[in-house]
């Protein structure tokens, strides 16, 4: 071959290879994917997955199938998620509470090394509440009995190390004061005993406990957001209740194996974005007292390490520890 018909031979060999790469991409998926959901059926993380898997199925042309696998916070999905072949077809929803996990556990995964972030898809803020018998009717007065009476009172959460627990600690550290903790092994049976009285305060997610609020078996006394929620116009958040810079959220998000086409990280979160914008979407959120966010993977990314470096410091104020 000369060297012209060689040089013709490459060059037909870059266009072809060139343009198979993006014909690849386009046509993704050509089967059904799985959406693995790092907690179990019911909760607020699948709510929130379930409300984006139907739409975003129709949009990518092909099911999604909801995979819950609960457990660990999270981390029992997300060692099956990283064990995955990173094609595009096998994907994690995650919230808060794995980062949080990984922070004072050990894990044979790594969420910053072995995940591509895609989006964050959605935030609900923690509330503070209160069961009705406690005798405090804001922040303030519940802040001023816990010094009075120094751990005296007890509050719930999911968990050791969950982040019920740490978003508990931080607001004991800022406003100065000691609480028990209650480790229970998820919400449910958290808010039972919150119910019956047995446990007198949480930090739990707006969607788990905004109804309990509105049927009077819950008294809350803030929301732990920036500005004050559509939902409650009328509860102030923790700045405004003398916490300032007190701010916890349940977000959830989405995430695929390291090493997925970049074209198909895009091409899902665009997706995923178009679901978080339909009015229906937004307005079934809002109901369990969640919002849209729908972030690039670049910001969904900075968020992650910002949640980190800010759960990673309570811990250790709180002297909670590696397991």
Do not use: C
């Not at 266009?15 to 959406?35: F, H, M, S």
């Not at 969420?111 to 009717?137: I, M, N």
Request: proline share 6%; aromatic share 6%.
């Amino acid at each position: 071959m000369t060297g012209r018909l060689q040089r013709i031979a490459i060059a037909a060999l870059a266009v072809a290879l060139g343009v198979a790469a993006p014909q690849g991409a386009a046509q993704y998926p050509t089967k059904p994917v799985r959406l693995i959901v790092s907690s179990g059926a019911g909760g607020g993380l699948d709510f929130v997955a379930r409300q984006i898997a139907v739409p975003l199925g129709e949009y990518l042309g092909h099911t999604v199938v909801v995979d819950n696998r609960p457990g660990a916070s999270g981390s029992i999905a997300a060692e099956v998620a990283a064990n995955a072949t990173p094609d595009g077809y096998t994907l994690m929803f995650l919230s808060a509470s794995l980062v949080v996990y990984g922070i004072v556990n050990k894990t044979r995964y790594d969420l910053y090394r072995d995940f591509a972030p895609v989006t964050q898809a959605s935030a609900a803020p923690y509330l503070l509440t209160v069961h009705p018998g406690l005798p405090v009717k804001n922040v303030s007065e519940l802040i001023a009995r816990a010094k009075a009476s120094p751990k005296k009172l007890n509050y719930a959460s999911t968990g050791n190390a969950s982040l019920a627990h740490l978003a508990t600690e931080l607001f004991a550290i800022k406003a100065g004061i000691e609480l028990v903790h209650i480790p229970y092994k998820g919400v449910g049976a958290g808010l039972a005993d919150m119910l019956s009285g047995q446990v007198q305060m949480s930090f739990f997610s707006a969607g788990s406990v905004y109804s309990h609020v509105r049927a009077g078996r819950l008294k809350a006394l803030a929301i732990a957001s920036e500005r004050r929620a559509k939902m409650a116009p009328d509860l102030p958040t923790m700045a405004e209740s003398g916490v300032p810079g007190y701010v916890v959220t349940q977000w959830h998000g989405m995430v695929v194996p390291r090493g997925a086409p970049r074209a198909v990280v895009d091409r899902l979160q665009r997706e995923v974005a178009r679901v978080m914008k339909r009015p229906e979407t937004v307005s079934r959120l809002a109901l369990d007292g969640t919002e849209p966010v729908a972030s690039t993977p670049q910001q969904f990314a900075a968020f992650l390490r910002s949640e980190r470096d800010q759960w990673a410091k309570v811990a250790q104020q709180a002297n909670i520890r590696v397991k």
